[in-house]
């Protein structure tokens, strides 16, 4: 294929600006989507995506476009995630393209995510094309929302393009755009075979399918494949691009295109997300510099509900990873739950995508502990240790110094909402850094704020005080002394270490009351009384009761001496210390879920 024919560019955006029905346009115009099975939103293709209204997943397509100068060029186009969590797919999809289309909601205007995405396309090169989404709606200040990406973006006016994704409107002059300003693919054929690992999935028949952009040089069935990062060596079994929605086979990959390899790989281990494909005979000289590699920034733990379902846990875990490379585990050994996996995930809506992936696509029923973020600790012999669960804090006799993470929070809300949303991060223990006016009704508050006070509920308070109209994007700042402790919950004196959390000295009190009273609500009653307490070393903070189940044991007693119920009430008696001994406490998994809302 003629290299100056392509074009390789991504959509991105703010969740919600209309990414996928714009996706849906182009796949229309370009012929790609037969219209008889046509419906929304086609790229978004897992039931998870569908039900909640969000990409989770970037999705490749390959589409035939003939531009009014007569040629016919090749569009691979990738649709990505608007929602903070899943930056990381983003940056994936745009290593592999030139270019990208930036989307603007006419109604909504910059949000947060908007300018990181727009930084994030600037920090890999790309040419970047303005559009204007929803254009058709009529309570919509256009002229406003042009100003904003002019002077907040630095764009000129001419260079926006104005479109309705729902109508059609402006998605053919988007097209026009991409051939005469998006600048085809670099490098040469002639190179030694040097490919992008961009992205997998794994096929129950086929094994790992590989999705590679090729940056220099050619791939064809005699090629023998090695990747650098393992250094493992393997033989093409299939070669294909994603035309039409479809996988379809191809006899080579030439530089600058962008498609699939399928190699019988069965391991999905063996593979790593931003590795460098080459030639065996005739080999690149050095790798691409592939990645950087996303620390997670939300732990829990995630165990099987049957202790039997572990292997297929581990095996599950290991395929969802091919498809979401920031998503990270290692086995642990619980108490309350014996074996599972301790899990890192980029943030708490990550987290519940992996666990509803896992329990859907794999057939499973997995309990999750509470969430909590690597704090760093400093103890008394100078050792640094990173503890990324309760159970590995150290003793308090043995720390000199502990440390939280806080992340640098990037808002964007209308003005009337500064006052409520100060309050807000201030109850959160945030503390103000800057102020940038984006127009006449619309602001940019930049704060510094810990880590674990954002990560559970705080995008629902912000939407909450700002009626809708605030929108937030965080990153990692910095680690910040810090007054810690470890808060336990016991049940009938023994601690269950599922709801163990480490907590700021400040706030442990009111959340200690809080939690116990939300259990004494959630756990059902048994046939033994049940004791909660919540404590901080052999504090006891709070204590609660959950009364056993009454059962009228003289009822069948009629007449006679009262000795007879006496003796009834006493074996009862007795059998309930026996059980409370030796009785195990059910705890709903519904339990775990509201304890998660309440830290």
């Known amino acids: 294929m ?113 300018i990181a995405n727009y930084y994030l396309a600037i920090e890999n090169n790309l040419e970047i094309i303005p559009l204007i989404n929803k254009i058709d709606l009529t309570s919509i200040d256009l ?77 064809d069935y005699k090629t023998q494949l090695k990747f650098l990062h393992s250094g493992d060596q393997y033989k093409i079994e299939e070669l294909g691009v994603f035309k039409n929605l479809k996988y379809s086979k191809v006899d080579t990959l030439t530089c600058g295109e962008v498609g699939y390899i399928i190699a019988n790989i069965r391991d999905a281990r063996e593979i790593v997300i931003g590795d460098t494909i080459t030639d065996v005979r005739k080999p690149c000289s050095e790798a691409l510099p592939g990645f950087r590699q996303l620390k997670p920034l939300v732990f829990c733990g995630i165990y099987p509900v049957n202790p039997a379902d572990f292997p297929n846990l581990r095996d599950a875990m290991d395929k969802l990873k091919l498809s979401d490379a920031s998503f990270v585990f290692e086995p642990e050994n619980s108490q309350s739950f014996g074996m599972g996996f301790r899990c890192g995930f980029l943030g708490l809506l990550h987290m519940e ?64 909402s500064i006052d409520p949303v100060c309050e807000l991060v201030k109850s959160r223990r945030g503390s103000y850094n800057s102020t940038e006016y984006l127009g006449v009704d619309r602001v940019k508050l ?25 929108s937030m994007d965080y990153e990692f700042k910095d680690y910040i002394p810090a007054k810690l402790v470890k808060m336990d919950v016991m049940f009938n004196g023994a601690v269950c270490d599922a709801f163990s959390s480490l907590i700021n000295k400040e706030k442990v009190a009111a959340k200690a009351h809080a939690l116990a009273n939300r259990l004494r609500e959630l756990i059902p009653r048994q046939l033994f009384e049940v004791s909660i307490q919540v404590a901080v070393g052999t504090q006891i903070l709070a204590s609660e ?55």
């Open 2 to 114: 003629e290299k100056s024919l392509i074009r390789n560019f991504s959509i991105i955006a703010h969740i919600d600006h209309g990414k996928s029905t714009l996706a849906d346009r182009v796949l229309e115009m370009t012929g790609a989507m037969d219209m008889r099975h046509a419906k929304d939103q086609v790229l978004d293709d897992m039931d998870l995506e569908r039900e909640r209204g969000i990409t989770i997943k970037a999705s490749t397509v390959r589409l035939a476009y003939k531009a009014s100068d007569g040629k016919e060029y090749v569009f691979n186009l990738i649709d990505t995630p608007g929602h903070v969590d899943f930056t990381y797919e983003v940056s994936k999809s745009l290593s592999a393209c030139e270019g990208a289309i930036l989307l603007i909601d006419a109604a909504q205007g910059i949000e947060a995510q908007t």
């Open 143 to 219: 002229d406003k929302v042009k100003q904003q990406v002019t002077t907040v973006l630095g764009f000129k006016e001419e260079d926006i393009i104005l479109a309705s994704a729902k109508e059609g409107t402006g998605v053919k002059d988007m097209l026009e755009r991409i051939v005469k300003m998006i600048p085809a693919p670099e490098g040469e054929s002639d190179n030694p075979l040097k490919a992008l690992v961009f992205d997998c999935r794994f096929d129950a028949y086929r094994g790992v399918v590989v999705f590679v952009r090729i940056i220099d040089g050619v791939i």
């Open 353 to 416: 995508i992996v666990q509803e992936r896992l329990e859907r696509e794999y057939n499973l029923n997995l309990i999750l502990t509470v969430p909590n973020v690597v704090y760093r600790i400093r103890k008394t012999d100078g050792e640094l240790v990173e503890v990324d669960t309760p159970s590995k804090f150290p003793p308090p006799q043995d720390i000199e110094e502990a440390f939280e993470p806080y992340a640098s929070l990037l808002l964007v809300i209308p003005v009337e």
């Open 446 to 470: 930049n704060f510094s704020i810990p880590l674990n006070e954002i990560i559970v509920d705080f995008y629902d308070r912000l939407k909450s005080v700002t009626r809708g109209y605030g």
């Open 545 to 599: 009761r959950v009364r056993s189940l009454s059962k009228h044991v003289t009822g069948k007693c009629y007449g006679g001496d009262i000795t007879r119920k006496r003796k009834l009430w006493d074996n009862q008696k007795e059998g309930k210390k026996r059980l409370k001994q030796i009785g195990k406490v059910e705890i709903p998994q519904e339990a775990f879920l509201e304890v998660l809302r309440l830290q």
